[in-house]
């Protein structure tokens, strides 16, 4: 009975650090528990396993079958007790509510001035933190031992929590609202992508501004500036206005570099929003500020006050590699991406149960693509294959047409003609079952199509033509994404003027530098 990855106790316990694991049976003992306890000795029977295996929990006659589910499920509440008494997990956060927790108790026993001393102390740091829909739970518990008329005159202190709470309740409805607007606007994204023209365009902006509070931008605290710049990022995605991306994003950052403690406080909007940033100067082909940035974001996270926990050290590792590969691949400089594969490949390893297959996926797509650069196309291919099996993968179905276009184009590159006819049969078959193809779309299905038909003579006229056609659809709003996912155009430009691929990417990339070095500024 193997559930390696659907059994979340499993999983909770192989997610534990030695020292976490360690404070777990010094605060079993502290309970009074002697080391025979059935939830200790399954959790130790879990430590060593190697997968979760519910008969060798049986052979070993730690439980009956009957009882195994309620001792599972008292031992992870146990290992949750334990770990939140772990200072290594005292974020703010937590440390706020354990003060309301413990003010909550002192009212209970009637020690209500103790009690409202306690919440005083604790409101003032979450509002300090940002942390106001905690405040605002402080406040209704102020106001509930206030009214009990044991402690002192109500004159001025009625219109004080009053005050308080009208004010968090402003504040919180508008994050809120925010909150809930980027959101949708996610959803958007994944349910049905970018922009595909001008009707779609219209439709977002409709849905966007339509939903959008009325702010004054001047007196918004950090965490409403922050839902208020998220918004505008995704809807500037969506529309594709990419200028518009990072100029959000670029505030997003900027306010985190203003005010530091919230990057201790929030890390996890603080890396969103550099990777939201990077993603954005990609797309806007400003490489020299992209390196600038992902450099700042890299050691920022190196630093001493940089909390730890596994979620972070997986977004980390997510957004650290997937723009290091952008980085590589976008200058040109296979040799750099193909270095730094053992390295990703081994963070896929550790991070297996964090990281969904969409993004291991799209880090084998991106070692695909440096391969190809460096004329590795067996290597290039043995990647993309690793997509194409997966039969469950659930993916931007974008990134699946140009997973089987360079497929197909290894494949040819490699000379396996042998294999060509079949992939070509794949691929039509698979592009012409996808929805909504851009024009960029169509034109390698037509290409595609009549490929293997085209004599050797003729296939650098071939070449030429498809980019002509294709050229013109670089700068459109609406097409111009197609080009990142596969660099077609510089793949055609070797072939035509039988030069490496990779020469013909630095040389634009060249190009770019100098292109941003000249220009003073976007906005």
């Known amino acids: 009975m193997m559930k390696d990855h659907k059994e979340h106790l499993f999983i909770l316990i192989k997610s534990l650090t030695k020292s976490e694991k360690r404070q777990f049976k010094l605060f079993v003992n502290r309970m009074g528990s002697n080391l025979d306890s059935k939830f200790l000795n399954l959790f ?35 290992i949750l007790i334990s770990l939140r008494l772990n200072p290594a997990n005292k974020n703010i956060r937590l440390q706020i509510r354990e003060q309301l927790d413990f003010a909550t108790i002192l009212y209970q026993k009637g020690l209500y001035k103790q009690s409202l001393k306690l919440l005083e102390k604790s409101k003032n740091i979450a509002l300090l933190n940002e942390e106001k829909y905690t405040a605002y739970e402080i406040v209704e518990l102020e106001k509930v031992i206030e009214s009990q008329y044991i402690t002192r005159s109500l004159s001025n202190r009625t219109q004080e929590l009053v005050s308080q709470a009208d004010s968090l309740i402003s504040q919180n409805d508008l994050a809120s609202k925010l909150s809930n607007l980027s959101l949708q606007l996610y959803e958007k994204l994944i349910k049905t992508g970018y922009a595909k023209s001008d009707d779609e365009f219209r ?53 985190f570099e203003k005010e530091t403690k919230m990057i201790s406080i929030h890390p996890v909007f603080y890396l969103k929003g550099n990777n939201y940033l990077l993603e954005s100067l990609t797309l806007i082909k400003y490489p020299e500020k992209f390196k600038l940035t992902l450099n700042k974001m890299i050691n920022q996270t190196k630093g001493v006050e940089f909390p730890e926990n596994e979620n972070l050290h997986t977004l980390i590792f997510l957004y650290k590699y997937n723009n290091l590969f952008n980085h590589y691949n976008f200058q040109g400089d296979f040799d750099s991406a193909k270095n730094i594969v053992p390295e990703v490949l081994l963070g896929i390893k550790d991070f297996k149960t964090q990281i969904d297959s969409h993004h291991i996926m799209v880090f084998y797509y991106k070692i695909a693509c440096s391969y190809f650069g460096l004329n590795d196309y067996e290597n290039c291919i043995l990647y993309l294959n690793r997509i194409i099996s997966n039969k469950h993968l659930k993916m931007r179905e974008d990134l699946l047409c140009f997973t089987r276009v360079l497929n197909l184009v290894a494949h040819y590159e490699a000379g396996f003609d042998y294999h060509l006819d079949v992939h070509l049969r794949e691929t039509y078959k698979f592009l012409i079952k996808m929805n909504d193809l851009h024009e960029v779309q169509k034109a390698m299905i037509r290409f595609v199509k009549k490929l293997g038909d085209i004599y050797p003579q003729d296939l650098k006229q071939a070449f030429i033509d498809l980019h002509k056609e294709l050229k013109q659809h670089e700068e459109d709003r609406y097409e111009r994404r197609s080009f990142l996912y596969l660099d077609i155009l510089s793949w055609l430009e070797s072939n035509i003027d039988n030069r490496p691929i990779g020469e013909i990417i630095r040389e634009k990339a060249k190009q770019f530098n100098r292109k941003e070095k000249s220009s003073r500024a976007l906005f």
Request: glycine share 2%.
């Open 44 to 78: 130790n029977l879990l430590e060593k396993s190697d997968s979760y295996d519910e008969r060798l929990i049986l052979k070993k006659e730690i439980v009956t079958k009957q009882q195994l589910s309620n001792l599972k499920a008292h031992l992870y509440k146990q």
């Open 203 to 255: 439709n977002i902006t409709k849905f966007f501004y339509e939903r959008l509070p009325k702010i004054d931008s001047d007196n918004l605290g950090f965490r409403e500036k922050l839902w208020y710049y998220k918004a505008h990022v995704w809807y500037s995605f969506l529309i594709q206005d990419f200028l518009s991306s990072y100029k959000y994003s670029l505030k997003w950052v900027d306010m």
